[in-house]
């Protein structure tokens, strides 16, 4: 089984480019609602939130591991793939993150080496995209810009709001007067207000989102790894877990995937 | 010692009128910001907080707790008062909450017998404002609406720009259409937005908040309870335990209270 792991309802826009990619295989979706933002949150407890869903999901016999979240992947993924994916009896698991993808998307369509990030606080502050873009290219200049509203605002449903556009211009322009040739887009929440995006930046900037590139990333993989595609189960079931109200997960799950689901199980971590 | 509760920094506008009537007593502060802002779980893992919030001060050899969050008050506050209060030992020990001062200051405010309550979806939906003041006067119509995105806002500093402003008077929009004369600020955060209240609102509407209610409402328990008040340590001391980054802690409670306070201890619940 595949497993997808985020703070909430973000890592669905990680999903649905994958289900549509790749719907074969069996899904694990895991949203910890009950801790959610962790954008705001301390490294060290993000580091611990992402242990305890790691561990919970290799319990249950999952053997590779999506971190469909950017302020788990920037903050805590390198720990957990160490932590974890070191002894012998854990040579078949796998731990994948969103921010290689992105950024090599990034550095294949920018012209002018110039590249823009937004993200939550912990992500832009870990400043890891910059750190794996100039691993690939040293003379790209990355530019990061915190926004740490826009997930509250998609969370209630204003994204289509004026408030929202007009808190996301104030968030963009540092961004434009940067004079950046791409943005990537650092959390899987911010394709919900793809729109606002693209009126605000115009038609010259262009935008780079974590799910499509992660689902074409994962495609690869499993190309290239047939001794851990072969131990995937593909049933095309899906499976939700939330440490929140299953409920409430059920309903905007099934209205962002556009499909039925059945009662997410409520878990702790 | 008396402690207050808070989900994260919004108790601050409890504890600043309190120190101000009642310096002389010790306080021991908890924010649990690390799952900062409760306002949006659900009422299940907001006892469950509440509860290890409640078992922590407890160990601590605290006597009163003041529970100076709305959200915690409201879906929590009966559950943990019947829980930890009832055993032979326990008898000495005392939970108070914000919401009974808030409800009782506004029945004697209003005059049209038309109260309006603002506060986080978690408070609005427990209704317990709407029933704490009917038990009290059942002729008076309460009208509540959730806002939940003031959190955020006020937590990122914005609460003064004009996106929070027009945010503000379209949650507003109802409680004006109500016709009230007096309304509660059902959350300890809103204070900080209290000159945009007052713009929206006019002179025409009372605006009652939880903090100085509280703060009275405390002198007149100890008056009235010798037995507890006696047992209380009165050297002036303050004391801040968070679940999140003691610095940052540190540097917004500073700001907020006018003060310097020693380095916040970060604990886990």
Redesign the interface.
Known sequence: MIALFDSGYGGLTVLKPILKLLPEYDYMYLGDS??APYG???T??IKMFSEQAVEYLFSKGVKLIIFACNTASSTSLRHVQEKYLKGKDEQDRKILGVLIPAAEKAIEVTKNKRIGVVGTKATINSKVYETEINKLDKDIKVYGKAC??LV??I??G?QNK??SH??LKKYLRDIKNNNVDTLILGCTHYPLMLKNFKRILGKKIRIIESGEVTAQSLKTYLGRHPEIEGKLSKKGKKEFLT???PA?FKEFTEKYLGMKIKMPEKISL
């Open positions: 009950g801790r705001n949150h301390s060290e407890n740490p509203l509250p605002l969370e209630e204003w004026p408030e007009s808190i440490t929140d109200d409430r």
